[in-house]
């Protein structure tokens, strides 16, 4: 069983508060992380801590919960590379694990004649990323997989699935704590530095520098620290001296929900031919691990970084995000997307027009407002989706002592197996463990 250390144990935590490695952030990326480290180094001490009372709670527990075949990256890139070796690890820890998942696939369907060129190039590119058993197929075959979705032409790939994210993240848990790894929530990080002197209970204070201290004034000691803080890497990251950039832009993506009596109309994922000349995927149908099915998310500039409502704002991620020109540039890039996306935000029906390009038997009646997620855009100052990890330190002493991740690519839920690995090649390079 999963142990979180309470108020309870607070106490004793702090009597041997000295760690080799600290990793901030129990989201799936921290949790992966720090489960591959501690698998690799079971000799050193690890501990992750975790601002909220629970674990993976922000975007590894608010997400589609789908495991990705890696079709839409460019082929080659360290983004599809990871999709492909990380849905394959996450099907093999599920099965060892037995974490429940269905593989009941995705049609990228292409509704309109003038899509099937983009279709047809995201099947060669699906080929070139080695994604397994992908194939074009006709509007009769989709009917036949999916009887109310209607399409001329759809890309098939069998091997997506789903699962619930949340209950993979928490498994990770769970194995680091089962070697030995402490996990400590309700532990927001905010200051890290190098100690001035060494603590009377600590035996050897030299061995332990770097001093993270929390939002109550607490402190713990470690050698080496990682942050995987997802929303918040980038502020965590200027603690250490890195630079302001990448930006996190948060985006909010509303789902809608299909009433439980409506949801035999969909099997499987279903999901439009993405336009190239748009940052997101598109609004999808994802059938949920529950028997439930999510419809969306749409992607609308969210006003508080953690914030899942409509209204939900904060005075200051609001203006760190529109001081930024990298969210001016690529806002100036995608004004009609952005446009369009308030506005289905606002406007049930819009969003249900959108859905009924492929099944026309949904109807506003069918459906109700569900959940939301918002996801870290890291954002570089051109107005750039930065795709690819993003490692920093820091300046100073603290700085050689620092990995921060500040950004990881996604679909890092299903990547995350083959993230952790590559984050941990980096600690061992980084600080020689
Ligand atoms: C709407 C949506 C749909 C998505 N759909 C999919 C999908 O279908 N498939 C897929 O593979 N991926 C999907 N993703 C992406 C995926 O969910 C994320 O890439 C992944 O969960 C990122 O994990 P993380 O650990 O980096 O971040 P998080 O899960 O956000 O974890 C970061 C953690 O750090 C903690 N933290 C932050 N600051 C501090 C601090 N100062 N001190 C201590 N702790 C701190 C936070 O509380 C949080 O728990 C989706 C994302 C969204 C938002």
Redesign the pocket.
């Known amino acids: 069983m999963l142990l979180v250390s309470s108020d309870v144990t607070l106490f004793f935590f702090f009597l041997n508060s000295t760690f080799d490695v600290v990793v901030?952030?129990?989201?799936?990326?921290?949790?992966?992380s720090a489960r591959e480290l501690i698998l690799r180094h079971p000799s050193l001490t690890f501990s992750v801590?975790?601002?909220?009372k629970e674990?993976?709670?922000?975007?590894?527990?608010?997400?589609?919960?789908?495991?990705?075949s890696g079709i839409y990256y460019t082929p080659g890139s360290l983004k599809a590379k990871l999709?492909v070796q990380?849905a394959a690890l996450c099907y093999e820890y599920c099965d060892q694990k037995g974490i429940p998942y269905k593989q009941c696939g995705k049609l990228i369907v292409a509704v309109e004649q003038e899509e099937i060129p983009r279709l047809k190039a995201l099947y060669e590119r699906g080929l070139l990323n080695n994604v397994r058993d992908l194939k074009l197929i006709s509007a009769k075959e989709i009917q036949a997989k999916e009887p109310f979705c209607r399409g001329v032409m759809a890309l098939d790939s069998p091997y997506t699935g789903i699962v619930n994210?949340r209950q993979v993240?928490l498994s990770y848990a769970e194995d680091f704590q089962e070697v030995g790894g402490a996990v400590l929530t309700d532990?927001?990080?905010?200051n890290l530095e190098m100690a001035k002197e060494s603590p009377s209970e600590s035996e050897d204070g030299i061995k332990y520098p770097v001093v993270v201290r929390?939002s109550k004034g607490e402190e713990i000691r470690c050698q080496h620290i990682v942050?995987?803080?997802?929303?918040?890497?980038d502020?965590?990251s200027e603690i250490s001296g890195c630079s302001h950039e990448p930006r996190i832009v948060p985006?909010?993506?509303d789902?809608l929900v299909l009433k439980p009596e409506k949801c035999y109309m969909v099997k499987g994922n279903i999901y439009p031919v993405p336009d190239p000349q748009f940052p997101f995927l598109g609004v999808h149908f994802?059938p949920r691990m529950d028997g439930s099915v999510w419809l969306g998310?749409n992607a609308v500039l969210a006003f508080k970084r953690?914030g899942y409502k409509l209204y939900d704002f904060s005075a200051r991620d609001f203006i760190d995000a529109v001081v930024y020109s990298g969210l001016w540039k690529l806002v100036f890039r995608n004004v009609s997307y952005g446009v369009s996306e308030m506005y289905r935000a606002c406007f049930l029906s819009a969003q249900v027009k959108q859905l009924q390009k492929f099944i026309p038997e949904v109807t506003i009646s069918d459906i109700l407002r569900g959940p939301?997620?918002?996801?870290?855009q890291a954002l570089d100052q051109d107005g750039n989706l930065v795709d690819d990890f993003v490692f920093d330190g820091g300046t100073g002493d603290i700085g050689s002592r620092v990995l921060h991740?500040r950004n990881?690519p996604?679909?890092?839920?299903?990547?995350?197996l083959a993230i952790a690995k590559m984050i941990a090649d980096e600690v061992e390079r980084r600080f020689c463990l």
């Open positions: 901030v952030g129990g989201g799936i990326v921290g949790l992966a801590l975790e601002k909220e674990l993976a709670c922000h975007q590894s527990g608010r997400n589609s919960g789908v495991i990705h999709c990380g994210y993240a532990f927001e990080v905010t929390n942050t995987c803080a997802g929303l918040y890497s502020r965590l985006f909010r993506g789902y994802t998310p953690e939301s997620g918002v996801r870290a991740v990881a996604s679909p890092a839920a299903t990547s995350s």
